[in-house]
């Protein structure tokens, strides 16, 4: 989702013209925070399909053959467990259980692909901001709309008050804005942390209905979405009828 960042992290987040480097607008900016998303929503239904395959893979074979192989939420198999997986592979003589593993392999590979995407994608960018212990969306993208854009306290609550950010952020977590043409875009992504936005996001719905069960109440609908619209990063964007306080 553990750094400590400088406390200039907001100076010049978005001027990047003044250095000689292309400045983002809006719609670039959204397109790629949403093929981010998509890539890392891609990457986290291989993962779990990877943990499908090695479930089935373990049932059906002697418990001295069963592999417990740790998934990065971020990158999937390391280098490691791949070696493991290879040389499973080549030991395997049962063919339906071989297939299980070479599907295994086949997801890992498409994994590091989307990866290699999402970091030639995120390079287009400049540098985000590391969240540190205690802050919250809310309060970065304030800090962002008052500082880089001059907005009044009450014209960037406004603005921030309709976006659909997400409720629950963690340390680590890297965190990208711009207000481009009355448009606030925002991006949020692992960066750092041990859990990536999208598991976290499961964590998050299940601490939710699980408080509720055991109080008794009923969980609303709106609540558990606002809880998953973290898969693999979040993106929020809204639409300004006037470009109020600039």
Known sequence: MKAIVTVCIFIAIFTLS??????????????????TEQYLFSISVKQAEIRDMLHSYNRSVP???????????????????????????EEEHDASCRGLLERVF????????????????????PSPHR?????????????????????????ADSIVSTAALSSDILEGFNIWFLYDDG??????????????PAAFAKVVKKEILDNARAQGS???????????KRCGALLTCVKQASALGM
């Open 218 to 228: 009923v969980v609303e609908y709106e609540t558990i979405l606002d809880s998953l």
């Open 106 to 125: 086949e997801l890992q590979e498409m994994i590091t692909e989307h990866r290699a995407e999402v970091e030639e994608l995120l390079a287009d960018l």
């Open 63 to 89: 418990a001295e053959r069963r592999l417990t192989l740790t998934l990065d939420p971020d990158r999937g198999l390391s280098d490691d467990a791949l070696l493991v997986l290879k040389h499973h592979m």
């Open 18 to 35: 003044s250095c000689g480097l292309h400045r983002l607008d809006s719609e670039e900016f959204r397109n790629t925070a949403q093929k």
């Open 131 to 155: 969240v540190r212990t205690g802050e919250t969306h809310y309060g970065l993208s304030l800090k962002y709309l008052m500082h880089e854009h001059g907005l009044t306290r009450a014209t």
């Open 183 to 196: 448009v606030f875009s925002t991006l949020v992504t692992q960066g750092k942390a041990h859990i990536s």
